[in-house]
């Protein structure tokens, strides 16, 4: 691939005899990046939609361009001050502060720049249809998708499902403070502010699990405000968003269904809304589908009982500052039944 | 700027040859008029001893504490970055909590930003300007010894905070509604201790200025200053543009917590994205403050090394002036994901590549000079040299994060966190190690280690890189900034923990590099002056023996004098140049024009005092106690700042002299006084002056604002300020205007009692002006919307100026009664009606917003 | 200084303010950049906020760019002029006399206009390439 081509030539730029030890590090890292921006989850070089490409190749262009003018600027330092010490003619000045400080830069910045406004606009460009709605809370995500059309949202948490090969567009918000929408793999940030509607759009083409996270220092449990990204082929997006927009299963576990009823007796459903129950708190995430999520706790964990347990009893420690209790309280099978109710949320 | 004013007013007019010709300056000075004349001065200067050292005011111990305060709060800094790594060398580490870490990154970020970098700017430039100009002192000594002061009292507060678990934790960036709902007193103590810092910061850059424009060497035009004065005059007036809007967002802030007037709350009309503007209008110019100065030591040290005088050294003042422009085009580059419209990011993104080209040319004027010059590498060369390896980096990948798309990408990701530590490093921390390594024998005549400067220098550059070069692929792979943990399995790890070791790797350096500072030099021998056989005036500096600086103030014609006359050192010495006695035992400097620096007046500068001491406890206490809530206290404090500050102004500053000319020397004999534009004191006050109206364009700049992005601003309904309140207010500021200007012209004409009545008559107006548009608002419940609280702001803002103004003509009044001001000696009334000039302008458009808002909008 | 004549002292009161105009010159061309950039941004910003016609803006910002031009090019030729460096053949003006003074002022002045010019094409660039608010 086009990656590895332009590393190997990065190699062979480390060996050129001007570079200092730092070139030869700069080279060694170059290489590891280019070759390794695949297979992350939340890499920016991984690719993953039309906006992601255009920013890696601008990347690539202007990495390369970067170290050619470095090694030039530095090596001729280097040459000035300990390869030809002495006096070099003064015809050379004029030509070289002219050159080298205003037009060389300014032909080069100028071709940057007009590229780089040819595709300023393109994640800001309206949606192919579906429109999802995204409040950034302290710290999770509220998520409403609006199918062209649509009278009422979907509404769910924590995760963004998205169709491959169409262009989605995102209309963002946040409760109290400032968050930051971003999935790097599919594209660049935008601000989540409130008080007011930012918008961003998407296009996503290689289907695949990826990872978001909130951009913007927004307190305490900044460092766990994620979600998982997933891109589908078209028809199943349209499946799995029918499924979503469904009621809750009912539990079928004898200790889901004494899950359920702890989930009432404890209060839960005074924060968390589970459609189709009594449940209809607004202060917390959506947990209808929840145990057909990918991670629990916006990114914090997975999704296995183990994760259900751990969370309900660990909830402060593994999320400082975190407004839901921890339900240390409770027994162990009790938090055993509660686990698997909410486990049996697809 | 018209030299001729003083005659008018009866002062002397300056006389005798100027300038000096070659037989005058070969006539020796006889030997028994040198010794009496050398003993005079050095009791004139001498550094007061024992326990009152701490009130010395002189540049040179004012500088050097500056200096290694900074680098003490650096240290700090430093420590909590170390700590930060720890926490982030492995994933999920629980080392340090969240909220610890909050506070770490925060205050690390303000501390390296407010208490290393701007002040280490002032400390160095107090240090060294007055050196590099021939000039005794800086023009306000006490000032100088002000600012310190309230840097360290400041500095000490905000940074002693994180021992009580108590530190800001909002980002050094503070964005609300995050800082703004923050509990407990972090967000004030960031507002209110930095506010504070910046104040002197202010006074600083408004010295700096003034020194530079106004306290040069006879003979040394504006083409041949050394081009570190250039640098200081850009930066001193970025200074004076970029933090005033800061200042008036830290008024608003801390209106909104102190008072809950919603400037920031979208809930009420308030909008956070103000807050961000004025930020960053401040935060980018910033980096730019911190950056040119540390080129400027660059800009001294090459042409030293390269044995050559600069080559393009006009393309290097084109360069900083430049520079200084274009950095106030680019603040929105850190806001590029804001949401704001494309058009509007491409200007800033256009700007932000420009930028790059006057910062380009700087440095190839200093590699032409190299070029033709014939290069010895010493030791501070070498930190040059790591200094643009590193520099050119952090400016390219500046150049990347310029274009708005990639910066949707890298924007708030360890990429950024590279990026800006390569710009500081290389642009700042590395030109600055190679300035204390250079100046260092300015300051004791004793070299630092070869050999642990070279240690210091491999261990910082490789640990620099190993810490910050993974980061730009960790940023890359997804990592946002300011996170204290990460999951496994994203590929953070190994990256992590290469930066983590690498960090301690530049703390080893540091310690190696301190220790080569501080450790005792008794055996080791002084050295000569000028072991870099440079050719600027600093170096004709006969220090530690000597408090002077120079012995005369010599006569310059020549970017290197000390290259192209080598005589001047020696008649330096021998006294033969201006200045060489100080008959009255009092401290004196010369004061030039500002463009050919022609001779002007000898201006009497202040000594050791401890007026400044408490003039800056008092005014920390009235920015500390209401970090508390205590109010009391904190106005009890601001009283007595007030009076101590009318004190030190009344005792020390523009008193008629004994006689109205005294001999400069070399036959030419110079007035004692100046008023009005000829002094130096009318000159800082139009300087400062103009920061406080930035400031206040900020506040009006909040109105239009609110305006802009609001649908409904005014909103419907809304209670207005009460017009004719307002009318009558503007009314009575510019009465007040009128009279003070109108004192100024009767004093000056003799009419010393007309110009009594009109400093009667003139603070009752502005007493009565402000009172009036205090009751314009009275009704209005600012904590409910923005609109009624922007109007409080306004008035608030005026009144507390008009307060200052009344003081000010109460000053004067007194001053003419007390025979401190006459028709002829009157510096006073002329600062006092220049202040007057921006008060009622500011008064005007405030009234005019206030009063004609409702109705055009 | 030494007790100038009427006639000379007049004259040397000329030449000041003739310096004291071209120390302002030489910020000259970054204050018609400053200008234009703030006229650009604030102007942008506010049609984009309350919806005006943002297509109007932009072509009267084009003309007001190419004004802008023009004056910073006026601004560069006389500053060309008065570095004069053909004639004096003096492109470095190291020496400290007035006349050193004058040419340096004018050399400075000049150079910031180029730097001027570039920033006022480059900040016009997005109003060329860009079309809307969004």
Redesign the interface.
């Known amino acids: 691939m086009a990656l590895s081509r332009m590393s190997s030539k990065q190699r062979d730029r480390g060996h050129h005899w001007l570079l200092?030890p730092?070139g030869v590090?700069?080279a060694g890292?170059l290489t590891?990046?280019l070759l390794?921006?695949c297979g992350?989850?939340?890499?920016?070089?991984d690719a993953a939609g039309v906006?992601?490409a255009?920013?890696r190749t601008?990347?690539i262009v202007?990495?390369v361009g970067?170290c050619i003018?470095?090694v030039l600027?530095?090596g001729?330092?280097?040459t000035?001050?300990?390869l030809r010490?002495?006096?070099?003619?003064?015809r050379?000045?004029?030509p070289?502060?002219i050159g080298?400080?205003?037009v060389a830069?300014?032909v080069l910045?100028?071709a940057?720049?007009?590229?780089?406004?040819?595709?300023?606009?393109?994640?800001?460009a309206p949606g192919d249809g579906l429109q999802v709605r995204v409040t950034g809370e302290q710290w999770w995500w509220r998520v409403e998708y609006w199918p062209e059309g649509a009278e009422e949202p979907v509404v769910t948490a924590n995760e963004i499902r998205l169709p491959a090969g169409q262009r989605t567009e995102f209309v963002l918000g946040a409760d109290?403070?400032?968050h930051?929408f971003?999935i790097?793999s599919l594209?660049?940030?935008?601000?989540m502010?409130?008080?007011?509607e930012?918008?961003?759009s998407l296009h996503p083409e290689r289907p695949g699990r990826y990872?978001g996270?909130?951009?913007?220092?927004?307190?305490?449990?900044?460092?766990w405000m994620a979600f998982a990204a997933v891109v589908m082929p078209e028809a199943e997006f349209e499946a799995w968003l029918e499924r979503e927009a469904g009621d809750a299963v009912a539990p079928e576990s004898a200790g889901a269904v004494r899950g359920e009823e702890l989930f009432r007796s404890e209060g839960c459903g005074a924060c968390h809304a589970v459609r189709g129950t009594q449940a209809i708190g607004q202060v917390g995430p959506d947990l209808t589908h929840v145990g057909s999520r990918e991670t629990l706790g916006a990114?914090r964990l997975g999704t296995t009982l183990e994760d259900f347990e751990r969370w309900i009893v660990h909830t402060g420690e593994l999320k400082?500052?975190v407004r839901m209790p921890t339900y240390d309280h409770l027994g162990e099978a009790e938090i055993a039944d509660l686990a698997a109710y909410l486990k049996g949320l697809k | 700027m018209t030299d001729t004013r003083p005659d008018r007013t009866g002062l002397p007019k300056p006389s005798g040859p100027y300038p000096p010709t070659e037989e005058m300056l070969a006539e020796p000075v006889p030997e028994e008029v040198r010794t009496a004349q050398a003993e005079r001065l050095r009791a004139a200067w001498a550094t007061p001893k024992g326990f009152r050292y701490v009130t010395a005011v002189n540049n040179s111990e004012v500088g050097k504490w500056y200096c290694m305060t900074a680098l003490c709060f650096m240290l700090l800094a430093g420590v909590m970055a170390l700590l930060i790594r720890a926490q982030l060398a492995v994933p999920e580490n629980e080392l340090i909590s969240a909220d610890r870490f909050n506070q770490l990154f925060t205050m690390h970020g303000s501390a390296m930003m407010f208490l290393f970098a701007v002040p280490l700017f002032e400390a160095i430039s107090i240090l060294l300007l007055p050196g590099m100009l021939g000039a005794r002192d800086m023009p306000f000594p006490r000032l100088s010894a002000f600012g310190y002061w309230c840097f360290l009292i400041g500095g000490v507060f905000v940074i002693g905070s994180i021992f009580f678990d108590a530190a800001p934790r909002a980002g050094w960036f503070m964005y609300p509604p995050l800082a703004t709902e923050d509990e407990g007193p972090g967000s004030d103590i960031w507002l209110l201790g930095l506010s504070f810092i910046e104040v002197a910061s202010i006074a600083a850059a408004v010295e700096l200025i003034v020194g530079t424009l106004k306290c040069r060497p006879p003979g040394m035009r504006v083409n041949i200053m050394p081009l570190y004065a250039w640098y200081v005059m850009v930066v001193g007036g970025m200074i004076l543009f970029a933090f005033p809007p800061l200042i008036a967002g830290d008024f608003l802030f801390e209106l909104e917590r102190s008072f809950d007037w919603p400037f920031f709350d979208p809930e009420r009309g308030g909008d956070p994205m103000l807050w961000q503007h004025l930020f960053w209008i401040f935060g980018h110019p910033e980096v730019y403050i911190i950056f040119l100065p540390s080129i400027a030591i660059a800009a001294m040290i090459i042409p030293t090394v390269a044995k050559r005088p600069i080559v393009g050294y006009s393309w290097i003042v084109l360069s900083a002036v430049g520079t200084g422009f274009l950095s106030f085009g680019l603040w929105v580059h850190h806001m590029f994901t804001t949401g704001l419209p494309t058009i509007s990011l491409g200007f800033f993104s256009a700007a932000s590549e420009a930028v790059v080209i006057p910062t380009g040319v700087q440095i190839f004027a200093f590699l032409a000079t190299l070029m033709v010059g014939r290069v010895q590498m010493t030791l501070p060369m070498l930190w040059i040299a790591g200094a643009l390896a590193i520099f050119t980096m952090g400016g390219l990948t500046g150049v990347m994060l310029a274009l708005a798309p990639f910066d949707f990408q890298a924007h708030d990701t360890y990429f950024v966190v590279a990026h800006l530590h390569y710009t500081l490093f290389g642009g700042m921390v590395f030109p600055v190690i190679a300035g204390v390594y250079y100046f260092f024998p300015f300051i004791q005549k004793k070299k630092l280690s070869e050999r642990l400067g070279r240690w210091a220098f491999w261990l910082i550059f490789t640990g620099f890189n190993l810490t910050f070069l993974p980061m730009h692929l960790t940023g890359l792979w997804g990592m946002p900034r300011r996170i204290y943990t990460y999951p496994t399995g994203l590929g953070w790890d190994g990256l992590n923990l290469i930066s983590t070791v690498g960090a301690f790797i530049i703390a080893a350096g540091f310690a190696v590099f301190v220790w080569d500072l501080i450790r005792p030099k008794h055996r080791q021998p002084q050295i000569e002056r000028n072991p870099w056989e440079a050719g600027t005036l600093e170096w004709t500096h006969d220090v530690p023996e000597e408090a002077w600086g120079v012995r005369s103030i010599p006569h310059v014609t020549s970017r290197y004098p000390l290259w192209d006359n080598p005589k001047m050192l020696e008649r330096i010495d021998a006294g033969r140049y201006y200045l060489p006695d100080a008959e009255e035992g009092r401290r004196e400097t010369l004061v030039t024009s500002v463009i050919d620096a022609e001779p002007i007046q000898v201006q009497r500068v202040t000594g050791p005092a401890w007026i400044t001491h408490m003039a800056a406890g008092f005014t920390g206490g009235a920015f500390i106690f209401p970090t508390f809530h205590w109010y009391p206290p904190a106005i009890i404090c601001a009283a007595l700042a007030v009076c101590c500050i009318i004190y030190w102004l009344w005792t020390s500053t523009a008193r008629p002299p004994e006689a109205p000319s005294k001999d400069a020397g070399l036959g030419l004999t110079l007035p004692t006084y100046a008023s009005g534009h000829a002094s130096v004191g009318w000159w800082a006050m139009w300087i400062t002056m103009l920061g406080d109206a930035t400031a206040f364009a900020s506040l009006v700049f909040g109105f239009f604002f609110y305006w802009t992005a609001q649908a409904d601003f005014p909103p419907e309904g809304a209670m207005h300020a009460e017009a004719w309140l307002v009318g009558l207010a503007a009314l009575g500021l510019a009465v007040s205007w009128a009279l003070t200007v109108g004192a100024r012209e009767l004093n000056r004409r003799w009419a010393v009692g007309a110009a009594r009545v009109c400093l009667c008559v003139a603070p009752l107006a502005a007493a009565g002006g402000a009172a009036a548009l205090v009751v314009s608002v009275l009704e209005l419940q600012p904590s409910t919307h923005v609109y009624p609280a922007v109007l409080c702001a306004l008035a608030v803002w005026v009144t507390v100026h008009a307060g200052v103004g009344v003081i000010m003509q109460l000053y004067c009044l007194a001053a003419s009664v007390f025979g401190k001001m006459t028709p002829r000696y009157d510096a006073d009334i002329w600062n006092v009606s220049l202040y007057w000039h921006f008060q009622v302008l500011a008064a005007l458009v405030t009234c005019a917003v206030m009063g004609l808002a409702p109705g055009v909008l | 200084m030494t007790d100038p004549k009427d006639s000379s002292q007049k004259q040397e009161l000329e030449e000041f303010a003739e310096e004291r105009a071209s120390l302002m010159k030489v910020t000259m061309g970054p204050l018609i950049w400053a200008g234009h950039f703030v006229i650009c941004y604030g102007l942008v910003a506010v049609i984009c906020a309350k919806g005006w016609d943002i297509e109007l803006a932009r072509t009267g910002l084009l003309v007001f760019s190419l004004g802008s031009l023009a004056a910073i090019g006026w601004v560069g030729w006389n500053s060309w002029r008065q570095w004069n460096p053909r004639e004096t053949g003096d492109y470095v003006n190291r020496a400290g006399g007035a006349e050193d003074r004058h040419h340096f002022l004018g050399h400075a002045a000049f150079l910031l206009a180029i730097i001027a010019f570039l920033g006022v094409v480059f900040v016009s660039l997005p109003l060329v390439m860009l079309e809307g608010c969004l």
């Open positions: 200092g730092v590090r700069l890292f590891l990046a390794s921006g992350k989850e939340q890499s920016a070089l906006d992601a255009a920013v601008i990347f202007t990495l970067a003018l470095w600027v530095n001729a330092f280097y000035l001050t300990r010490t002495g006096p070099i003619d003064e050379f000045v004029r070289l502060l080298g400080g205003i830069p300014s910045l100028i940057l720049l007009i590229w780089a406004l040819s595709i300023l606009p393109d994640q800001r109290r403070v400032i930051s971003w790097p594209g660049g940030k935008m601000d502010l409130p008080g007011k930012t918008r961003v990872r996270q909130c951009a913007e220092f927004c307190g305490a449990s900044h460092a990114g400082p500052e």
